[in-house]
Every structure is written in C-alpha cells, then in structure tokens.
C-alpha cells in the first residue's frame, strides 16, 4: 500500500517553461488537495478536487491549472512558470468530508524556478 | 475567516526537555483540531488530533488538548528526544465545503543530545 505518491521529486525549470507535477493515491479517496509551502508560511492551497472530474480553486490558484480525469490521479500543471512558483509542492488526499478525517501527504516535489 | 496561529520558532532544548508549543485558533464553527509533524525531507503526517472540546488527543508520548474557552490546542511533550526533531503545524478542518485544512505557519523543534 503505497499511500499518497508524488512524480518528480525534484524539478529545476526556467522561466516560461511549463510542467506537469503527478499525484497518486491508492486508498480510493475522493478528495484531494494540491498544496505549496514556502518558508515561514505554512501550508497554501492551490486547488482541490471533491471527487473524479471536478476541481476548485484554493488560496493561491493563479499560475496553476488541475485535472482529475481519474479517481487516483490529481495533477497540476504550470503553464508558464515564474520564479515566484519555487517551492515544495504536497499532494495530499482524504476518503470523506466530515471534519475529523485525516489528510494523508503525499513526500512533496521541490520545484526550482530559474 | 478560520485561522490558525502558532509560536514561531525554532525551537531548540536540549535531550529529555519538556516540551510546549502554543496553537491558537479562530473558527466560527466547531472544528476539529490537528497537529502534523513533518520529518526533514518528508511530507506531512498525522500526529494526533481532536475532534469537540475538553477532547485530548495523544500519540507517542505527545498530547494536546482541544480548550474551547481559550480556542488553543498546545502541544506537550514530558521528555523530548533528538529523534523528536521536525516541523510541526497545528491545524483546523471545520467541515465546511471540502474540509480542507487550515494550517498554521509550523514550528521547526531541533533536540540536542
């Protein structure tokens, strides 16, 4: 049981270049969360998704587009990186919507943006 | 709208030291409260939570218990170890839309020997 896994693990872009980061999680979950963490802030939300075919937008969405056409797949894309987008990027998934479910991470994809 | 607020850090005490890390929060509802830890090089993972008041959660000699009255969640540990070493993020899931989770800003602890 592989858990919440995250594909790459380390990225180095140069600006306008674009990427897709992989999420996968095989605990049949329907949600799933793209976060960023930068020093000193904690956790921001890019997207979420609420189950196979839907997405939201979260805190930080700009810069930053989603896809869920499987269950267990959660990707996010950039576009057009900057290097403001230099971050550690989590991946995180949770079978339900009541408020004690606990989130699993996925081990993160640092992405460098030069 | 829903918040949540640690101490900042690093924090740094010494082998067999106890351990406090403040968490405060704002919430309109009722949330269920977490800590996380996250190992270096690693993602977040569940540490304990709590889910309605005066509940206290615990896991490897870590507690925390969830004060309505003061809105805080602190985290307590008796006797840190090096191995206790990490970040750790206090946070709120308030079952709104999605439930997605709060988190507070983290609190890097390192243990000497």
């Known amino acids: 049981n592989a858990g919440v896994t995250q594909t790459p693990k380390f990225r180095v872009l140069k600006t306008g270049q674009s990427m897709t980061l992989l999420c996968a999680q095989d605990?049949?979950?329907?949600?799933m969360y793209w976060y960023r963490q930068d020093p000193g802030m904690g956790l921001r939300l890019i997207h979420y998704?609420?189950?196979?075919?839907?997405?939201a937008k979260g805190e930080v969405p700009d810069g930053y587009n989603v896809s869920r056409l499987k269950k267990q797949n959660f990707l996010l894309g950039l576009e057009s990186a900057a290097p403001s987008q230099t971050s550690v990027y989590f991946c995180a998934s949770r079978q339900g919507a009541s408020r004690g479910e606990t989130q699993y991470f996925g081990p993160g994809t640092r992405l460098l943006v030069l | 709208g829903d918040s949540v607020t640690q101490m900042e850090g690093p924090v740094t005490l010494s082998e067999e030291a106890f351990l406090t890390i403040n968490c405060t929060y704002t919430?309109?509802?009722?949330?269920?409260l977490f800590w996380y830890v996250q190992y270096p090089g690693e993602g977040l993972q569940l540490l304990l939570k709590a889910t309605k008041a005066d509940d206290k959660g615990s896991n490897k000699g870590f507690e925390a218990t969830y004060r309505k009255e003061t809105t805080s969640f602190h985290l307590e540990k008796g006797s840190v170890q090096v191995s206790d070493s990490a970040v750790y993020f206090c946070?709120?899931?308030?079952?709104?839309?999605?439930?997605?989770?709060?988190f507070g800003s983290g609190t890097r602890l390192s243990i000497r020997p």
């Open positions: 946070a709120l899931s308030d079952g709104s839309s999605a439930s997605k989770i709060i």
């Open positions: 605990m049949n979950h329907e949600y």
């Open positions: 919430a309109t509802g009722y949330p269920s």
């Open positions: 998704s609420v189950g196979e075919g839907t997405t």
